[in-house]
C-alpha cells in the first residue's frame, strides 16, 4: 500500500484510493503516520487527540479509534499487522509500504546530489520530480496536535527549500524568464522569505528588467522594516549594489 499525506491523508490500496472520513481517526492515522516506525505513547496519542480537554475515559477513546482506523486499512487492502500495540502505546509499520513524504524526501537529497555534480538538468526533474508530488499542506486538516503540527511545519520548510533549488537552477540554466511570474506569487506568499525576491531581481535584471529589479528591492526593504523592523540581509542588499553597478558577475549563476 502506499500512504500519501503530501495533502488530504488517502491510502492507495490494490484495488482503490481510500480517504478516512471521521476526523479523530484520521488524526490518530496522521499521528502514526508523522512518527512511522517509531512507538507513540497512549499519552501523546490522547494529548494529539484532545489537547487538555481529554475525556475521562480518554484510554478507552483511544483504544476504539485505533480499532476505527485498523478496520479502515484492512478494507484498503492492509493485512491488518501495521499498526502494532506496544506496552506504551501504539507503532505503524511501514515494511514495503510507501510513504509519498520519503519519497519526496529523497528526490530532494537527489537533486541536491545532483547540484553537487553540476547535472543541472537532472537536478531540475528532481525538484520537480519532489514538488509535484504535493496536493496541498501537508496532512490537511489532521493538524490538531503538536506531532503532527510539527511533522507539517518541517515538510513544509523542506518544500520551501526545493522551491528555492528548483529556482535556482532554472536561473543556473539561463531560463530565468520563465519563473517571473512564479516568484512574484511565491513573494505574495511568503513575503518575508528573502531569497524569493533576491531570484526575481535576479531574474528580472538577466530579461533586461533593471528598474524593475531595483522596485522589488525596494518593495522587499519596506515589508521587513514594516513587519519586523529589519533591513534586507547581505545578499540581498549586495545584489542590489551588483544592479546598481552594472555588475558583470550577474550574467553567471546566483551566489
Known sequence: MRYELLGLI?????????????????VLLAT???RAGQV??????????????????????????????????????DDGQSIVTRPLGYLLR??????????FQRLVD?????????????????FESALALW?????????DGPIVNACATWLEETRLQCLELLIGEYLTLGRHREIVGQLYAL?????????????LMMALYRSERQAEALMVYRAACGRLNEELGLEPCRPLRDLHQAILAGDDHLS????
Not at 488517502?10 to 484520521?26: C, F, L, Q
Not at 496536493?135 to 493538524?143: I, K, L, N
Open 187 to 199: 513573494i505574495s506568499d511568503h513575503p518575508l522569505r528573502e531569497t524569493f525576491y533576491r531570484y
Open 32 to 34: 502514526l503516520l508523522a
Open 40 to 77: 507513540v505513547t497512549a499519552e501523546q496519542l490522547i494529548n494529539e487527540l484532545w489537547g487538555d480537554r481529554a475525556p475521562r475515559r480518554s484510554h478507552a477513546a483511544l483504544h476504539v479509534y485505533v480499532s476505527q482506523v485498523r478496520k479502515f486499512l484492512r478494507a484498503a487492502g
Open 94 to 103: 511501514l515494511g514495503s509500504d510507501e510513504l509519498d513524504s520519503a519519497d
Open 110 to 126: 537527489d537533486g541536491r546530489e545532483r547540484v553537487r555534480l553540476g547535472r543541472h538538468e537532472q537536478a531540475l526533474r528532481c
Open 135 to 143: 496536493r496541498g499542506p501537508a496532512f490537511d486538516d489532521a493538524r
Open 10 to 26: 488517502r491510502v492507495i490500496g490494490p484495488e482503490d484510493t481510500s480517504y478516512i472520513t471521521a476526523h479523530k481517526a484520521e
Open 252 to 255: 553567471g549563476r546566483p551566489s
